[in-house]
């Protein structure tokens, strides 16, 4: 469901509009009368069916949006957050988190949610990340990955100020990500022998402690370790030099150090359609790498194209691990 | 419209300077865009003509050059070192950053200095820009680096510095600074009222101060004061969203890589550095001098030759440059 007072629910129902034959079947974990409020609002015919597993919903899919229900307390208005949801918002992801660890559901595509209506109520999770990092079992670490066409960049660092960075920067965090990441592109994404790029935090990669000793101290043992595991690494590479079309052709996954390092890139090689994909999980989960947007909800003016290259990412995960599973 | 005149200095005299500022001057498609101006010894000049066959623009063309007289008493000896030719390389940019000021030219774009010469002349030299800055009377930290590519001019409030160092030299002086730099500098460009971006620090521009508190207390209150001076500028925003927007004539960004990042994005080539901040437009070349290579005519001149046409662009607001391929 996301927040209810941002744009998940028009996303939701313009995906399922816009299904075609190659569209993976979903099920909405949200409140269907809210479902019925935003078609209104939208001017669209939306078929609706009220299921009670996702059986039931692939059946349904073709010719109505199944809903797994999931009840507001009260009505949602589009644009104004209110912390009474949150206990809605949370249960929508426990119980799609619980169809995909019983193995029902092939996976999990979160809509937004908007993280000050969640502390109210006493969320306390940076983000759904982590949240779903706890909901996953003790030990679980979840690495964070972005997806465009043509890049998929991991940030190590990532919703902290920049003066912080050179401080939550570890050896082992960048191990932990690499080795995550290189696991999760053999099992989830088909990559054989994954290669991983990692980028360097100061300008020129440092030009050998002259300009910051990061890479000399926390990132080139990084490197090491992961070689040392047999993995197919480089860095640390200076981050202007990591992103063009030739350079891109040569590793399957960026290590970057902080928000920008990856996003800049990202967002200007594709701004609509990427995905948020989190590494580490006992299950899949993908999101639309864009917020609640607040500001355009209820307008109809929401685009769905990350959501919905969410959904077919995560389908196309869950198939590649199946073929992992037939051939091994 | 009258063709931009760009000066060339020859940079260092025993390097590949001469020859691939010689090489530059006379290609057609330079001579088309620009009236180039080599800035040098006329004895330098005349050697590595002769030296290299080199075809170079009619005399008379050359007999309006203002050739600075470095000093390079004897005839230029390639790929040796001396205190001579660095002096030398310094005087001819002097010169040129002179004829800038006085408007004789519109731009500068240097050949190749050799560090190791210039020291060797006993002169504090740490490369072109801050030589532009001390002959323009401009402090080294208001001077900037404006990348620009097909699809950018990026502005860097800091550049070759480590992370946390930059953290310490964004101040609100210095953005303001730079801000104003971009604007004044697309004037001189011919844009009378830029539209000017400018990034935030963190991620998401700190996020009303969730993620750092520098894009609120620094950043906001520069932007402020530029808008309070009629500047058109917008942000702090973040950085990755600012730049895929791509809405604005010129970035002003906090970091080395926010900016280095998109304009290599597109590719190894077709952009170019610009010194700006000082009052002139100052630009050179990423390579060295390669004396192990000077004063044998192989010199590829390529990288130089698509300097000046970028510059010359800029100058005449013609669409961005495609660069042409080195052999």
């Known amino acids: 469901m996301g927040d209810p007072a941002g744009i998940g629910g028009e996303l939701t129902i313009k995906a399922w509009l816009a299904r075609t034959q190659d569209s993976p079947a979903f099920a909405a974990v949200d409140d269907p009368d809210r479902l019925t409020a935003i078609a209104e609002s939208l001017g669209v015919t939306l078929t609706m069916e009220i299921v009670e597993n996702l059986s039931q919903a692939a059946t349904a899919f073709e010719s109505a949006l199944p809903v797994l229900p999931c009840p507001l307390s009260a009505p949602a208005t589009p644009g104004k957050t209110d912390s009474k949801h949150a206990d809605a918002v949370i249960r929508s992801i426990r119980q799609a988190v619980g169809l995909a660890l019983d193995g029902e559901a092939a996976g999990v595509v979160t809509n937004p949610i908007q993280k000050s209506a969640l502390v109210a109520a006493g969320f306390h999770h940076p983000g759904h990340t982590e949240f779903l990092g706890e909901l996953a079992g003790s030990g679980t670490q979840p690495v964070m990955m972005l997806v465009v066409e043509g890049l998929k960049v991991v940030p190590v660092t990532i919703h902290t100020s920049l003066a912080r960075v050179p401080t939550l920067l570890t050896t082992e965090k960048i191990v932990h990500a690499g080795r995550t990441a290189a696991a999760e592109l053999q099992s989830r994404f088909g990559i054989a022998a ?135 | 419209m009258t063709k931009p005149r760009i000066a060339l200095p020859l940079g260092d005299p025993h390097g590949i300077g001469p020859e691939i500022a010689l090489k530059a001057a006379a290609d057609p498609a330079v001579q088309a865009a620009c009236e180039p101006v080599l800035i040098g010894d006329g004895h330098v000049i005349a050697h590595y003509a002769e030296s290299l066959h080199l075809n170079l623009p009619a005399s008379e063309d050359f007999a309006a050059s203002p050739f600075a007289t470095g000093g390079l008493s004897q005839p230029p000896a390639a790929g040796t070192v001396t205190a001579e030719a660095g002096r030398a390389t310094v005087a001819y940019a002097q010169a040129a950053i002179g004829l800038a000021l006085g408007g004789a030219v519109d731009a500068v774009v240097a050949a190749p200095h050799n560090e190791t010469a210039v020291a060797a002349a006993g002169i504090p030299f740490s490369g072109y820009p801050s030589l532009v800055a001390q002959e323009t009377g401009t402090p080294e930290e208001a001077v900037f680096l404006m990348l620009v590519s097909p699809e950018f001019r990026i502005v860097h409030v800091t550049l070759h510095v480590s992370l946390r160092q930059a953290l310490d030299m964004i ?50 209150p520069a932007v402020a004061t530029a808008r309070e001076d009629g500047l058109s500028v917008d942000g702090p925003l973040g950085a990755d969203l600012l730049l895929a927007d791509r809405a604005h004539d010129v970035y002003v960004v906090m970091l080395h890589d926010q900016g280095h990042i998109p304009i290599k994005l597109a590719g190894r080539g077709n952009s170019f550095g610009i010194t700006i901040g000082a009052g002139i437009l100052f630009s050179s070349v990423a390579h060295g001098s390669a004396y192990d290579i000077a004063g044998r005519g192989v010199a590829d001149a390529i990288p130089f030759i698509n300097t000046i046409l970028h510059m010359a662009r800029q100058l005449t607001r013609a669409p961005n440059l495609v660069e042409k391929e080195s052999p």
Do not use: W
């Not at chain 1, 990061?214 to 690494?233: K, M, Y």
């Open chain 1, 194 to 328: 994954p290669r991983l790029a990692v980028a360097a935090l100061n300008p020129h990669a440092g030009e050998d402690g002259l300009m910051g000793d990061e890479e000399l101290r926390i990132i080139q043992p990084a490197v090491t370790a992961l070689s040392d595991d047999g993995l197919t690494v480089t860095g640390p590479h200076p981050a202007d030099s990591l992103f063009h079309a030739d350079a891109r052709k040569s590793y399957d996954v960026a290590i970057c150090m902080y928000h920008d390092q990856a996003l800049i890139p990202l967002k200007a090689l594709d701004f609509y359609r990427g995905v948020n994909v989190t590494l580490g999980l006992p299950f899949i989960r993908t999101s639309p790498d864009h917020g609640t947007a607040l500001d355009i909800a209820g307008t109809g003016r929401a685009d769905p194209s990350s959501f919905m290259a969410a959904l077919h990412m995560a389908a196309n995960m869950a198939a590649s691990m199946a073929e992992a599973s037939t051939t091994s």
């Open chain 2, 171 to 220: 101040t609100v002086d210095r953005v303001l600074t730079a801000i104003r730099a971009a604007h004044t500098t697309l004037n001189s460009l011919g844009m009378a009222h830029p539209r000017i971006g400018v990034a935030g620090l963190n991620p998401h521009a700190g996020e009303d101060g969730l993620f750092g508190e520098e894009d609120r207390l620094v950043i906001a």
